[in-house]
């Protein structure tokens, strides 16, 4: 088994092992999200939704 290689749901495993791959990608993820919750969901969703 490799652990060089970060897959989508190993990241608190990467954590774990101090991988900065890891950390890149999860602080990647957690961006993303914000950027979603704050600009796009605002921008595409009706006001009355919100």
């Given at each position: 088994m490799?652990f060089?290689?970060?897959?989508?749901?190993?990241?608190?495993?990467?954590?774990?092992?101090r991988?900065?791959?890891?950390?890149?990608?999860?602080?990647?993820?957690?961006?993303?999200?914000?950027?979603?919750?704050?600009?796009?969901?605002?921008?595409?969703?009706?006001r009355?939704?919100l």
């Amino acid at each position: 088994m490799r652990f060089d290689v970060l897959r989508p749901g190993h990241a608190i495993m990467g954590l774990s092992l101090r991988r900065p791959a890891s950390l890149v990608a999860v602080l990647g993820f957690f961006a993303g999200g914000l950027v979603v919750t704050w600009l796009v969901l605002p921008w595409i969703l009706p006001r009355g939704l919100l």
